[in-house]
């Protein structure tokens, strides 16, 4: 998954959205255009308030995910 | 699962020849496809490759094979984060990281975190076979890829890898390499929190020979991670050190230590 595909440059249909986090662009015709071009905004909010880790919340928000490890410096 | 699993490293795993259990591989699925770009945990599990060697591990064979030391420690390294990241997730989380709410992908979550507590039991009570008849890694790699291996906490029986050495080998492995190999020694995975002085505290770890091994040492939320060439280990930290701030890690030859500054604005006066 490259950098620009971290959500940054969100667009709100669900379409590209999962497109633009990974999925083949194939996926846009297996589903309804009506699911596709659902203004997904409101849920992406939702599930950031939850707490989904990194793919999610992450991605919306641009912040840092709880899971990255921090290397700490070594002193010999 | 059984305890009575024997592993050989250094031959080519047999394709098809693992069995893995239904719940299992259903998380994986979960985890890679048709929703598998939900990763909820890219820090930890984004750089993993879910090989085949994870899936070994989780098999109930009884005979499991590696191409070589090294890939062993990282499939149970791999495991491991993977232990890691799906106790991180509540089931909330999970129920909706599996496609929306999948009835369940709850019960199967459980299973497979019951699976991996298990494997590492298995995996660490295993006879261990080296075999170098195909490749034969020099005596540095050996010690490198060993050391990975005890960091995952699993060892190696010296007069084993003397006796493997000795197949593929004109010559015995020279004396000053067996003395290495014999210092190895298995990491416990225990620390100790003490308090150096007010507000100052300090996490020790020993492991005899940590200094010679170059580990990248970090944190993932309470947990401390050691790395060795990318082999990793995780141990619980304390509840209070998510309370603190850690400093540098000062390595010696066979142990580590870390300060963890208390952070006022973080605790209650009384």
């Known amino acids: 998954m490259s950098d620009d595909n971290n959500g940054q440059n969100l667009t709100s249909d669900l379409g590209s959205w999962l497109i633009s986090m990974g999925a083949p662009v194939s996926i846009t015709e297996l589903m309804p255009t009506e699911i596709t071009g659902l203004d997904i905004a409101p849920l992406m909010t939702m599930l950031g308030g939850i707490g989904i880790r990194g793919g999610v919340r992450g991605s919306i928000a641009g912040e840092q995910s709880a899971d990255t490890i921090r290397w700490l410096p070594i002193i010999y | ?270």
């Open chain 2, 1 to 270: 699962m059984s305890s009575n699993l024997r592993i050989t490293c250094g031959v080519e795993p047999q394709t098809g020849s693992v069995i893995i259990p239904v719940a299992v591989s259903e998380v994986f699925e979960s985890l890679m496809a048709p929703f598998g770009f939900f990763n909820p945990t890219k820090g930890l599990l984004g750089e993993l490759n879910f090989s085949r060697g994870v899936y070994s591990l989780l098999s109930e064979s009884e005979h499991l094979e590696f191409e070589s030391v090294r890939h062993l420690a990282q499939a149970i390294s791999d495991l491991d984060s993977i232990g890691i990241a799906l106790s991180q997730m509540d089931s909330e989380e999970f129920a909706i990281w599996c496609g929306l709410g999948k009835s369940e992908a709850r019960t199967h979550l459980l299973e497979l975190m019951n699976s991996i507590d298990q494997v590492r039991i298995r995996v660490q009570k295993a006879e261990l076979r080296l075999d170098f008849v195909q490749y034969r890694p020099s005596p540095k790699v050996l010690m490198r890829s060993l050391s990975q291996l005890a960091l995952v906490g699993v060892g190696c029986d010296g007069r084993q890898l003397q006796r493997a050495w000795s197949k593929s080998a004109p010559e015995s492995l020279p004396k000053k390499w067996v003395t290495r190999f014999e210092s190895i020694r298995v990491f416990s995975g225990h620390g100790t929190l003490s308090e150096r002085e007010a507000l100052l505290f300090v996490f020790r770890v020993k492991w005899k020979g940590v200094g010679n091994t170059d580990p990248a040492i970090g944190m993932v939320r309470n947990h401390l991670v050691i790395e060795l060439g990318g082999v990793r280990r995780f141990l619980k930290l304390p509840a209070g050190c998510s309370r603190m701030e850690p400093g540098s890690v000062q390595l010696s030859k066979n142990k580590f230590e870390i300060d963890f500054v208390v952070k006022e604005s973080e605790w209650p006066r009384s």
